[in-house]
Nanobody, 124 residues
Framework: QVQLVESGGGLVQAGGSLRLSCAASGRTFSSNAMGWFRQAPGKERELVATITSGYNTYYTDSVKGRFTVSRDKARDTVYLQMNSLKPEDTAVYIC??????????????????WGQGTQVTVSS
């Protein structure tokens, strides 16, 4: 059974940091781009960051300079280091694996495997 399992979420004060992890099991995604999305109540799912199999990264404008995505292929794990957190970063953070081994999709439709999500709450 293929699974993506996130961990590392929690409650943090504004300006604080969290590191999210997403561990894959059941198959390897080392040749696939991985993405981090987030979804706040009443809002659409939003792409936060992606990382390709070649370690190229993409960030949405609102997190540039604050978030860093990385991956450890040996552990089949993807990370999202989040610094200088703001209340508007509050959301469920979800990792996903791209359907294809080509490129890094920028929309949810390009991802075929999803984790269950981990809650991040930033207090002001």
């Amino acid at each position: 059974q293929v699974q993506l399992v996130e961990s590392g979420g929690g409650l943090v004060q504004a300006g604080g940091s969290l590191r999210l992890s997403c561990a894959a099991s059941g198959r390897t995604f080392s040749s696939n781009a991985m993405g981090w999305f987030r979804q706040a109540p009443g809002k659409e799912r939003e792409l936060v960051a992606t990382i390709t199999s070649g370690y190229n990264t993409y960030y949405t404008d609102s997190v540039k300079g604050r978030f860093t995505v990385s991956r450890d292929k040996a552990r089949d794990t993807v990370y999202l280091q989040m610094n200088s957190l703001k209340p508007e970063d509050t959301a469920v953070y979800i990792c996903a694996a791209a359907r294809s081994t080509f490129g890094a999709p920028l929309t949810p439709q390009g991802y075929g495997y999803w984790g269950q999500g981990t809650q991040v709450t930033v207090s002001s």
